[in-house]
Structures are given as structure tokens and as C-alpha cells.
């Protein structure tokens, strides 16, 4: 049997039959090493059929990796390569970008702050502060300031919008007219007068508009009412309608009307109850019925009851 390959016998034996005694090869020869078992091809990828001889195609050679750029030892980092400044025949070459100069960091703006609000320690301080009050928007547009009325301390206090033209004229939240029903309900109950106070000190030109009456002047005017309540000494507060349960409560408390006017709530843990207000109530008087329920609540809380 001949370890020849069969071509290469084949071709040999011709020669034979020609008459050349010996048969000389152009190189030594050597027989091919077995081929490698090849894995076999991933799914999804044609499988390349194996050679008819022994003979392996080299590998492609692989791409040099890119060579790191020069290190500039007075920096301590990388820097990059410079490259020959090339120009056209007959011109001049092209001069080098100066290197932008070093800028210095942007100094910090001051940022406005607003001044903390003070703490009273009376009714006289709060009521001069309100007066010269201008950390809103309502200052410029107001009529008056009347930030409460009623006594100093008191076992329950009120809690509306802001004064109307009768309380800016007497000076007191809760002086008008207007009042005198509820407050009158409220005394034959065997409440005493109530200290008071409204979520604007600032009456405004037009007491009908309320657009620029939000939570942002609510909450700018909160160290008045808040300090006025705290100030009375008061066990339970009684909030005027809607609007003032709303800015009371903040954005984040939603108010349903009037499903919310009898449940109690709190303000800055004092127990409140919301009711309507009187000028409502006047014109409906289908209210009173729930205007005396409220009432008989802040009368519970007021003599300690749950």
C-alpha cells in the first residue's frame, strides 16, 4: 500500500510506464499530519466543508492593537501625539492654536433668603408686625390689615378668609353684622366670645376677588394666624366655610364640600372643626341645622370631651 498521496502515485506510476527508472520530486516530501477534529458549526452559521488534503489554511493575521499615546511625565497623564505640520508649496505653515488659558471657577451668587419670621409674645406685637407686613403680593393691593379680633384668650377661636368691609371699618375680624347670628347661636350654647383671626390679615380692594389668594400667601401670612391661635391659649377652632379650610390645610389635604364641613381635623394639633360660613348660612337657612351641630363639637372640645 502506498503512503503516497493517490494524485501523487498516480503520476508517479506514469512516469514509470515512460521509461524514467527514477522519479525525482521538485521537494521532499512529507505526509500531512491528521486533521484536527473540528467543532462542529454553531447553529444558524454554514458550516465550510473540510478540504479534499491535509493541507490548513494559515490564520488571518490579527489587527496590532492601537498603540498607547505618549505619556507626558510633567503632567503625570497622557498627552497627544503632535502631528507634522504639514502646508502647501509656496505657503507658509500654518501656526499652532495657542492652549486656551486656564479659567477660573464662576463665583458663587448669593442666594436671597428670606428673612425668619419673628415670634410674638403678644397680641399688641403680632397686630403691629401684620400691619407692616410686606412678604406677599397682597400688600400692595390691600385695602387694610386686620389680623384678628375678639379677645386676647378665649377657650375656642375662629378661623376665616379674611376681614370684610364691616370688620375693616371696626377693626376686628368677626365685628360686621354678619357675625352676629352665629355668634349669638354660640352664646346661648354657653360658648364664650371667641378669639379671632383669618388666614389673610390683608382685605383686599375688591373683597369678591380672590385669584391671587392662594397657598403661597397663605402660607407667607401663616405666622400671623397660626401664632394668633396659638396666642388665645384656644382648645378647639372653628373654620369659616370652604376657602379657609382649604389654605388651612394646605395643597396636599384636599377639601370635598361640604362632605368635609362637621369632621374634625387639626391644626398644628389643635382640634378644628369647619362649618359654613354666616353670610351663607343667611342666605340658607336650611344651614343652621349644621351650623349648631358644629358649634355643639367645638362646646365637647371645649370642656374636654373627645
Same mark, same amino acid.
Not at 58 to 78: E, I, K, M, W
Given at each position: 500500500?502506498?503512503?503516497?498521496?493517490?494524485?501523487?502515485?498516480?503520476?508517479?506510476?506514469?512516469?514509470?510506464?515512460?521509461?524514467?527508472?527514477?522519479?525525482?520530486?521538485?521537494?521532499?516530501?512529507?505526509?500531512?499530519?491528521?486533521?484536527?477534529?473540528?467543532?462542529?458549526?454553531?447553529?444558524?452559521?454554514?458550516?465550510?466543508?473540510?478540504?479534499?488534503?491535509?493541507?490548513?489554511?494559515?490564520?488571518?493575521?490579527?489587527?496590532?492593537?492601537?498603540?498607547?499615546?505618549?505619556?507626558?511625565?510633567?503632567?503625570?497623564?497622557?498627552?497627544?501625539?503632535?502631528?507634522?505640520?504639514?502646508?502647501?508649496?509656496?505657503?507658509?505653515?500654518?501656526?499652532?492654536?495657542?492652549?486656551?488659558?486656564?479659567?477660573?471657577?464662576?463665583?458663587?451668587?448669593?442666594?436671597?433668603?428670606?428673612?425668619?419670621?419673628?415670634?410674638?409674645?403678644?397680641?399688641?406685637?403680632?397686630?403691629?408686625?401684620?400691619?407692616?407686613?410686606?412678604?406677599?403680593?397682597?400688600?400692595?393691593?390691600?385695602?387694610?390689615?386686620?389680623?384678628?379680633?375678639?379677645?386676647?384668650?378665649?377657650?375656642? %377661636?375662629? *378661623?376665616? /378668609?379674611?376681614?370684610? #368691609?364691616?370688620? @375693616?371699618? =371696626? &377693626?376686628?375680624?368677626?365685628?360686621?353684622?354678619?357675625? +352676629?347670628?352665629?355668634?349669638?347661636?354660640?352664646?346661648?350654647?354657653?360658648?364664650?366670645?371667641?378669639?379671632?383671626?383669618?388666614?389673610?390679615?390683608?382685605?383686599?380692594?375688591?373683597?369678591?376677588?380672590?385669584?391671587?389668594?392662594?397657598?403661597?400667601?397663605?402660607?407667607?401670612?401663616?405666622?400671623?394666624?397660626?401664632?394668633?391661635?396659638?396666642?388665645?391659649?384656644?382648645? %378647639?377652632? *372653628?373654620? /369659616?366655610?370652604?376657602? #379657609?379650610?382649604? @389654605?388651612? =390645610? &394646605?395643597?396636599?389635604?384636599?377639601?370635598?364640600?361640604? +362632605?368635609?364641613?362637621?369632621?374634625?381635623?387639626?391644626?398644628?394639633?389643635?382640634?378644628?372643626?369647619?362649618?359654613?360660613?354666616?353670610?351663607?348660612?343667611?342666605?340658607?337657612?336650611?344651614?343652621?341645622?349644621?351650623?349648631?351641630?358644629?358649634?355643639?363639637?367645638?362646646?365637647?372640645?371645649?370642656?374636654?370631651?373627645?
Amino acid at each position: 500500500m502506498s503512503i503516497l498521496p493517490e494524485a501523487v502515485a498516480r503520476w508517479a506510476r506514469l512516469q514509470r510506464e515512460l521509461g524514467v527508472d527514477d522519479v525525482v520530486l521538485d521537494q521532499i516530501w512529507k505526509p500531512a499530519p491528521p486533521a484536527a477534529r473540528t467543532p462542529p458549526p454553531a447553529p444558524g452559521r454554514p458550516s465550510r466543508p473540510a478540504p479534499e488534503t491535509g493541507f490548513v489554511p494559515p490564520a488571518p493575521p490579527r489587527p496590532a492593537p492601537p498603540s498607547a499615546p505618549p505619556r507626558d511625565a510633567a503632567a503625570g497623564g497622557y498627552r497627544a501625539p503632535v502631528m507634522p505640520n504639514f502646508a502647501p508649496a509656496g505657503r507658509a505653515p500654518i501656526a499652532p492654536k495657542p492652549a486656551p488659558a486656564p479659567t477660573s471657577a464662576a463665583p458663587l451668587r448669593p442666594v436671597a433668603t428670606r428673612a425668619a419670621f419673628p415670634t410674638f409674645t403678644s397680641l399688641a406685637e403680632l397686630e403691629t408686625h401684620a400691619k407692616a407686613c410686606q412678604r406677599c403680593v397682597l400688600a400692595k393691593r390691600r385695602k387694610g390689615v386686620v389680623p384678628s379680633g375678639g379677645p386676647e384668650k378665649a377657650d375656642w %377661636a375662629v *378661623l376665616t /378668609l379674611y376681614a370684610w #368691609a364691616e370688620d @375693616l371699618d =371696626r &377693626g376686628q375680624i368677626l365685628a360686621g353684622n354678619y357675625a +352676629a347670628p352665629l355668634l349669638e347661636m354660640a352664646t346661648k350654647m354657653g360658648l364664650g366670645a371667641p378669639a379671632a383671626t383669618a388666614i389673610f390679615g390683608c382685605t383686599p380692594d375688591d373683597p369678591a376677588d380672590t385669584t391671587i389668594q392662594g397657598f403661597t400667601e397663605a402660607v407667607r401670612c401663616r405666622g400671623h394666624w397660626l401664632q394668633r391661635l396659638k396666642l388665645s391659649g384656644c382648645k %378647639a377652632i *372653628l373654620v /369659616l366655610d370652604h376657602k #379657609a379650610t382649604l @389654605l388651612a =390645610r &394646605g395643597p396636599s389635604a384636599p377639601v370635598e364640600w361640604p +362632605a368635609h364641613r362637621g369632621q374634625r381635623w387639626e391644626i398644628d394639633g389643635i382640634p378644628a372643626i369647619s362649618t359654613h360660613h354666616p353670610t351663607r348660612m343667611s342666605r340658607q337657612p336650611a344651614l343652621i341645622p349644621d351650623v349648631e351641630s358644629d358649634l355643639k363639637q367645638i362646646l365637647s372640645l371645649v370642656r374636654g370631651g373627645a
